[in-house]
């Protein structure tokens, strides 16, 4: 309010300021003074209004020619306020169509260039239609009369005294406005000018002020403007208040500091600790740490600081347990390791069935580390399955070493700051997850455990796998960067182990710091061992059982893994076991009668009806039914891959939640067998007569990838020829157009699901044979492997001549029945 004083503009010209100092005089133009078209001057940022001055600086190329012909004329323009105050140039439409008539008083050239006027408001008018736009704005106009107003009623001056009321309260509330302001509302008797004079003052936004110049009622024009005022002196009390406010509280503050003052020195006369004598027993545990040099002038440098701070302060607390955080951290405090090797092999087979390959790994680093005590340590990432016992693995790697042993699961952690902590800056800041592990572990070479690593997300917060990228790196991580710690910490003594489900999601950068050791599924004698050793023992002790309250029978844990149990791992396999000693343990609380050994027949009657078969391959009676091999994250499974014929036009059809890299495959594998009909003894009017559904079941599951290339190939052939598929045959390997067979990923984990689904022969790609011939034996006793590189080859193994029972009859348009 009041921003500017329309009196205090204008130094010249004084003839034409009267109504400015008795307004009393009449303003108004009549009709006949005004042009029959009006030039219109768009302004931005504020509304004129009748009776009041104001300068405006013109800076526009149509403006400027506008102003500078008026001036030479009648100087009588119309202003209007344009709608979009950031509008360079408006058009037409951004502009108001309700404005002020307005006389050019004086127009002053700048030393800038830019021109200023100063005018003064006159008449309101509202906009016909515009006549020209070149080159500047021209409109035929219509006067607003003013209605006659009864100033001497008792609204009138009751709406008057109002507004100087109001007026008067804004000044007092708001010491910037200058006092002469007081003086020049005092000298405004008229109403009509009174209303437009604050009006033109009123700190409110443009759309608000047209408000209040388009209302025809000089009364209502009054009180839309009381209201506006009213908020305004709202908003200078809130304001006056919090002002207030604040200077209250500085007040406080110093009361506050001469009591500390006063507190510290009682507390030095009786003895107890301040903030002096805290730093002190900082500097004396400071002295037994083994940190570098750079590491013990920082941490003077953060206690001098710390001695700086008022202790009743917000920074304090921080700086406090910035302080403690650097003194508890393990600088160079290192466990001795155990290099018994003998000793290490023994816990390493106690505790884990098989995994004979990641056993020999640890065995090979140990071995080094006890020829050289400077090594580095590694960086190991367990791929696999869940439930094959990767991290616990990491458990007993700790155990065998003798070392601290620290997890910390990555699985969903997006924040980068989780990795690297915060920056001290920060409300609430707190170092990384890195280094709070290795606080807690009070040692500086533990076993790291970085469980799910496959599953760190990334979004605005920051990517926390870039961020792993240092912690991995043996060639950097020893001066590792925490934003909260700002001192390099050496990590490179840490053993790092990874575990991860699937390298697909992990960074590359980040895969590539580390050597990958898979931990593929057990085959079933190995489940059973697991079982009788670890999992019985640990599920009776967990349910407050004892060895001697329960046997189970070898029959009875084999009858478990293979009709309740289809997993790499053994994790479901542990929860039926579980299952089984709580239906014990139950009889036993309840002192009732049980039978102390546990056959097939009590699994079946706790257990419920076999949720699996023993042998899911469903036999090759039908045409075009094939099973193929798959891998997944939780292991390998089989898949079957179906086709049918019927009459049609042609048409394909691909169902079962297909990605496009299996629909692919089947158009590759559709595409050859056409090339090829011939050569099978194939009709080709099948192609065009018949329709081709190909569908993989469990179709509320995703499927992609290659590997279904040969199956649904010789899916295809065999429901083209009507020829049976090999019995208890299985096939992987992905299809080209010219027929090659290529090879696929996941080997171990699908032989591991065709054995557990009764799988005698395999289809492989001949490049796959690698992959087989590093496979353990056991694991591919009683399977037999066929080796091909293309398709020819694959039906030559798959399908038999004999016909399927009850073949198709084909008929075609042109001719009877065909038997295929």
């Known amino acids: 309010m009041f921003k500017a004083l329309p009196i205090q503009l204008v130094q010249e010209d004084s003839d034409d300021l009267i109504q400015l100092i008795n307004p009393e005089q009449d303003t108004d133009l009549k009709p006949e003074d005004l042009p029959e078209e009006l030039s219109i001057l768009p302004i931005k940022n504020t509304v004129l209004f009748p009776g009041v001055v104001i300068p405006i600086t013109v800076g526009r190329q149509k403006s400027i020619k506008l102003v500078k012909k008026a001036y030479q004329g009648n100087r009588i323009i119309g202003v209007v306020a344009q709608k979009n105050s950031q509008a360079e140039e408006p058009t037409i439409e951004e502009l108001y169509r309700t404005g002020t008539v307005a006389k050019i008083i004086k127009m002053l050239v700048l030393p800038d260039g830019n021109t200023t006027i100063i005018i003064q408001g006159k008449n309101r008018f509202t906009i016909k239609d515009f006549v020209q736009e070149e080159p500047f704005l021209t409109a035929k106009i219509e006067l607003q009369p003013e209605p006659v107003l009864n100033v001497n009623g008792k609204e009138a001056k009751a709406l008057v005294q109002s507004l100087k009321d109001a007026a008067s309260k804004i000044l007092k509330l708001n010491p910037e406005l200058p006092q002469e302001a007081q003086v020049a509302l005092d000298n405004i008797s008229s109403m009509s000018f009174l209303v437009h004079f604050l009006s033109s003052n009123l700190n409110a936004e443009v759309s608000d002020k047209q408000k209040i110049l388009e209302t025809q009622n000089i009364t209502e024009r009054g009180t839309l403007l009381l209201q506006y005022m009213l908020k305004d002196i709202q908003m200078l009390e809130i304001k006056h208040e919090i002002q207030k406010k604040v200077h209250t509280d500085i007040d406080q503050q110093q009361r506050d500091y001469f009591l500390r003052q006063q507190i510290k020195v009682l507390q030095d006369e009786l003895g107890y600790d301040g903030p002096d004598k805290e730093v002190e027993k900082f500097r004396k545990r400071a002295e037994t740490k083994k940190w570098s040099k750079q590491a013990a002038e920082h941490f003077n440098k953060e206690l001098d600081k710390l001695l700086r701070i008022n202790p009743m302060a917000a920074e304090y607390p921080v700086a406090m347990n910035y302080v403690e955080f650097m003194l508890d951290l393990p600088w160079e405090d290192y466990t001795t390791d155990d290099f018994d090797l003998k000793r290490a092999k023994k816990i390493l087979d106690q505790d884990h069935f098989g995994l004979e390959k990641v056993k020999t790994r640890i065995l090979e680093y140990l071995a080094v580390l006890k020829l050289k005590k400077d090594m580095k340590g590694p ?52 170092p990384g997850k890195i280094l709070q592990n290795i606080k807690k572990s009070q040692s500086s070479n533990p076993v790291f455990i970085l469980d799910e690593i496959d599953k760190v997300k990334s979004d605005f917060r920051g990517d926390p796998s870039s961020a792993l990228l240092e912690v991995l790196d043996p060639e950097q991580n020893n001066t590792f960067g925490d934003n909260y710690l700002e001192v390099d910490y050496d990590l490179s003594k840490v053993l790092f182990i990874a575990t991860a489900n699937s390298l697909d999601t992990i960074h590359p950068a980040l895969r590539d710091r580390m050597e990958i050791i898979e931990v593929t599924g057990y085959t079933l004698e190995e489940k059973v061992e697991i079982a009788i050793k670890h999992l019985i023992p640990k599920q009776l002790k967990e349910h407050g059982l004892k060895n001697s309250d329960v046997k189970f029978s070898k029959d009875a844990v084999i009858k478990t893994v293979n009709s309740y149990t289809r997993e790499s791992g053994v994790r479901s396999l542990e929860r039926k076991i579980g299952t089984l000693v709580r239906n014990i343990a139950k009889s036993v609380a309840m002192e009732e009668e049980f039978d102390k050994v546990i056959t097939e027949e009590t699994v079946r009657k706790v257990l419920g009806a076999e949720i699996f078969d023993e042998e899911l391959y469903q036999g090759n009676d039908i045409a075009g039914v094939v099973t193929g091999l798959a891998w997944t994250q939780v292991g390998g499974e089989i898949l079957f891959v179906e086709s049918s014929l019927s009459r049609g036009k042609g048409i394909l059809t691909i169902s079962g939640q297909l990605g496009d890299v299996m629909k692919e495959s089947a158009m590759a594998a559709l595409s050859y067998l056409k090339s090829n009909a011939e050569s099978m003894e194939i009709d080709h009017r099948l192609f065009q007569q018949y329709d081709l559904h190909i569908h993989v079941p469990a179709g509320a599951v995703p499927k992609d990838g290659p590997s279904a290339g040969i199956t649904m190939f010789t899916s295809l052939a065999s429901i083209y020829t009507q020829r049976k598929v090999k019995a208890k045959l299985a096939m992987t390997g992905e299809i080209t157009l010219r027929g090659k067979v290529l090879p696929v990923g996941g080997i171990k984990e699908k032989i591991l699901a065709a054995k557990r689904s009764g799988i005698k022969e395999l289809i492989l790609s001949a490049k796959n044979k690698r992959d087989i011939d590093e496979i353990e034996k056991h694991y591919i006793k009683g399977l037999t492997f066929h080796y091909v590189s293309t398709v020819d080859e694959v039906l030559k193994v798959a399908l038999m001549k004999e016909k399927v029972k009850d073949p198709m009859k084909f008929v075609f348009s042109d001719q009877k029945a065909v038997n295929a």
């Open 379 to 430: 960086i190991l990432c367990l791929y696999g399955p869940p439930g094959v016992g990767k991290t616990s693995l990491g458990r007993s790697i700790a155990k065998a070493l003798q070392r601290k042993y620290v997890r910390m699961s990555l699985g969903g952690v997006h924040d980068e700051a989780e990795i690297r902590g915060h920056r001290k800056t920060y409300v609430g800041a707190m």
